[in-house]
């Protein structure tokens, strides 16, 4: 199976990279177009700040490729808010695989989230063998609210979307390689879709 992770300066790559291969997989980093069309599966990691991310896709042109592609794709963190219409983060247009908003949390709770939150109501292939209240890591200040499209949820100043699917893209806003053994179980279901 041929994984590729879309190496694109917004993302901890390495760290998701020693995560996949401790499960016996291999992948590669990569940021050119050609590989990244004929790669079994693609992870699309982030790290950082959506405009300077946008910008980054823009230069490269896989703003474009990433919505064209067919083989399972998984977004993680920004990556999976890059995955949206857009991000009040910078005022940033998106990709819009998913027609909903990335928006701040509101200073009534502690920003950014950091640290282990539950998720629940989980709804995919991409959490068989995980019990629901399972504990991710997470570090974020701008979520996903509620939609159609979750698969998974996480309260923190509301209910809202910790993981989401449309046809063949995945998203988690928590970060499966920090995520212990249940991490990994989600990271290998991925890769095993």
């Keep these: 199976m041929n994984t590729v992770i879309i190496d694109y300066k917004a993302g901890n790559v390495q760290s998701l990279l020693f995560a996949i291969e401790r499960l016996g997989f291999s992948a590669k980093i990569t940021s050119n177009p050609d590989e990244i069309s004929n790669a079994d599966k693609v992870i699309f990691p982030g790290v950082g700040e959506a405009s300077f991310a946008m910008n980054s896709l823009r230069e490269t042109q896989l703003d474009s490729l990433i ?57 995919s292939d991409l959490f068989k063998g995980i019990p629901e209240q399972t504990y991710t890591y997470l570090v974020h200040s701008y979520y996903v609210a509620k939609n159609e499209h979750t698969i998974a949820t996480t309260d923190y100043s509301e209910a809202y979307s910790t993981a989401l699917q449309k046809d063949n893209f995945f998203g988690v806003q928590f970060h499966p390689e920090k995520s212990g053994i249940l991490g990994s179980k989600i990271l290998e279901n991925f890769l095993k879709l």
């Design 67 to 123: 919505p064209e592609l067919k083989q399972p794709l998984l977004g993680i963190c920004l990556g999976m808010q890059l995955l949206c219409k857009d991000s009040e983060e910078g005022n940033t247009k998106a990709l819009g695989i998913f027609d909903v908003a990335v928006k701040k949390f509101p200073d009534s709770v502690l920003v950014p989230q950091i640290g282990w939150n539950q998720i629940y109501d989980l709804k």
